[in-house]
């Protein structure tokens, strides 16, 4: 056995409820688990080469999974806030995302993976341009799972663009994108750890012809297509100017015969329930990102609606400057918090509902829930270990009920995560990363960001955002 994890509380999500386990053990060996249940019948432990001591002071769970993510734009973390919709990519994160070269990028997902795993974040899926590259710097030397889309986009994004005209597409930068896409399919199709899915960016940003070329290629190659869905009123204009008056997401993705088990649908806040409904019964995906689309929208993502209409639903961070994080534990406690806002009701989406969401219903969204997301025999050994002995997670009482999970959901800050196992090899042992320098890229990420923002000052007041207003206030 490589690696023992002992005398710890146990959330499986495997059989009734969670499957919680008191005083359990988990055993690791090969890259897989290879025990799960009560202290009192793992003997083997005594022989495994790592041995985790819990103390029955810890939980020990799979491994979270980021289902939307776009680690790239980190480097701009703290750059836009507080604006109107209208205002956020234009006179916000914009002028700022424009001055990142390809080694900003770098290091901005070094950040976002970075923060990922400290908050017990073992997948994360990755959505942006040029993979190829960012997988072999930052995933494969970090040794995380990754589910890396390339975006498929045809809009120059160095063009201005005004909200009330149509967008040019182009086809050739679609083209292009879709290249990447499939060289990045065949080079990480046959790695454990690397699953590749196609990503036409959304509705607004790609031609009809280009996501009909691209749902061709995922059902050759088996891959799934995720893509930006129903944003709100950007996307929504620019639909009905291309597609006639009364077209929306859903009806135009209908009409196409793009509705499907293998589509993942990211935010999909512009649509009524009887459109939802369309999606679930055709086998759609969802994934919601809380922070994101609340914080950059003013909106809650309908998670607990897509739930209830029996879909299958994963959380995601999206970009650091919306959300402000890549803390997947923050975006289960918002799934639950504002779905109970949206449906004026405390009972919406109970702890338990967003737990999964983070875990064996993402791997279900994802297309890998028989490999992680659960605590199970044979299933990848991706777990993470998180010390309960913090004054904020007190008391845990067994009886007359177990009040570990709601503890976990709206009293958990991430930062209790102190060990962090991937595919079986050892990520985060005892709160210490074990190859990754995190100092150096911290210190690296401020200076960058500070050299690199320093002379955009003038760029940035003439766009005349709000947040001009609020620097002139003095509260930014
Ligand atoms: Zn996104």
């Known amino acids: 056995m490589d690696i023992a994890i002992i005398n710890t509380w146990l959330i499986t999500f495997e059989g009734k409820g969670l499957g919680i386990i008191q005083n359990g053990g988990i055993g690791v060996e090969n890259e897989k688990i290879s025990f799960v249940g009560k202290m009192e019948d793992f003997n083997s432990y005594k022989k495994a080469d790592l041995i985790i001591e819990g103390n029955n002071t810890h939980v020990t769970m799979p491994g979270l999974i980021n289902g939307h993510t776009h680690s790239a734009l980190t480097l701009c973390r703290g750059t836009a806030n507080d604006l109107p919709e209208i205002e956020y990519i234009p006179k916000g994160l914009g002028i700022f995302a424009s001055h990142l070269k390809a080694e900003d990028i770098i290091l901005g997902t070094k950040l976002a993976v970075l923060e990922g795993l400290k908050t017990g974040t073992t997948t994360f899926t990755e959505y942006g341009i040029g993979l190829l590259d960012i997988v072999k710097k930052v995933f494969l030397p970090f040794k995380a799972r990754v589910v890396a889309t390339e975006m498929i986009s045809e809009l120059n994004f160095n063009e201005e663009k005004k909200p009330n005209e149509l967008y040019t597409f182009y086809k050739y930068l679609g083209t292009n994108a879709f290249k990447r ?134 959380l995601g961070t999206d970009e650091a400057p919306g959300t402000g994080h890549h803390n997947l534990f923050n975006e289960i406690k918002m799934a639950s918090i504002l779905s109970k806002v949206a449906f004026k009701d405390p009972t919406a989406m109970p702890p338990w509902e967003s737990m999964k969401l983070a875990t064996i219903s993402g791997a279900n969204v994802l297309g890998l829930g028989t490999e992680i997301g659960s605590l199970s025999v044979g299933k990848n050994a991706d777990i993470i270990t998180i010390n309960l002995h913090h004054a904020h997670l007190t008391p845990i009482i ?15 800050k991430g930062n209790e995560v102190d060990n962090v196992i991937i595919a079986g090899k050892p990520i985060i042992i005892h709160g210490k990363f074990r190859e990754i320098d995190e100092d150096l890229i911290v210190n690296k990420a401020n200076k960058r960001a500070q050299d690199l923002f320093e002379n955009i000052s003038e760029d940035w007041e003439k766009a005349g955002s709000k947040m001009v207003s609020y620097h002139k206030q003095g509260y930014i």
């Open 181 to 314: 896409a499939i060289r990045l399919y065949k080079e990480f199709k046959n790695n454990d750890l690397i699953s590749v899915m196609y990503g036409p960016n959304a509705l607004d940003m790609v031609s009809m012809e280009m996501i009909k070329n691209v749902k061709n290629q995922a059902a050759v190659d088996g891959t799934k297509i995720h893509m930006h869905i129903a944003q709100g009123g950007r996307e929504r204009v620019q639909i009905t100017k291309r597609y006639g008056k009364n077209m929306t997401a859903i009806k135009l993705l209908k009409k196409n015969g793009l509705l499907d088990p293998r589509l993942i649908a990211a935010h999909i806040h512009d649509t009524t329930e009887a459109e939802r409904e369309q999606l679930v019964k055709k086998g759609v995906k969802m994934v919601g990102c809380p922070s994101s689309i609340s914080k950059i929208d003013g909106m809650i993502p309908p998670l607990a609606s897509y739930i209830k209409l029996g879909g299958n639903a994963a």
């Open 398 to 412: 067994h009886k007359p009920f177990i009040n570990l999970i709601a503890n976990l959901v709206y009293s958990s």
